[in-house]
């Protein structure tokens, strides 16, 4: 069984930053795309950031220049650095990840619990 944890959430202040891990487990044979969604309070999931095996990256244009996505194939984890956190960016964030078993060679969607970040002014 596959699972995506997610941690590194908090409180922060405006301007500060946050780093946030997510690492898979289970019998995982290789994983390809990996991201970062959000959620905030009445609003609808959106991705955040997003980066494929190979590591190419793509990102929100909320968040350009102030995020990075990077991943560690070693440990089968993927991070997003938060610099210059708005208000704005108060949302639970979810880890996602396609990730291939021996079950399901191709792949499927896997998605993480979610880990709650709260900006204040």
């Known amino acids: 069984q596959v699972q995506l944890v997610e941690s590194g959430g908090g409180l922060v202040q405006a301007g500060e930053s946050l780093r946030l891990s997510c690492a898979a487990s289970?019998?995982?044979?290789?994983?390809?795309?990996m991201g970062w969604y959000r959620q905030a309070p009445g609003k609808q999931r959106e991705l955040v950031a997003a980066?494929?095996?190979?590591?190419?990256?793509n990102y929100a244009d909320s968040v350009k220049g102030r995020f990075t996505i990077s991943r560690d194939n070693a440990k089968d984890t993927v991070y997003l650095q938060m610099n210059s956190l708005k208000p704005e960016d108060t949302a639970a964030y979810y880890c996602?990840?396609?990730?291939?078993?021996?079950?399901?060679?191709?792949?499927?969607?896997?998605w993480g619990k979610g880990t709650l970040v709260i900006v204040s002014s």
């Open positions: 996602n990840a396609v990730i291939a078993t021996i079950q399901v060679p191709a792949g499927m969607y896997y």
């Open positions: 289970g019998s995982i044979f290789s994983i390809n795309n």
């Open positions: 980066i494929t095996g190979d590591g190419s990256t």
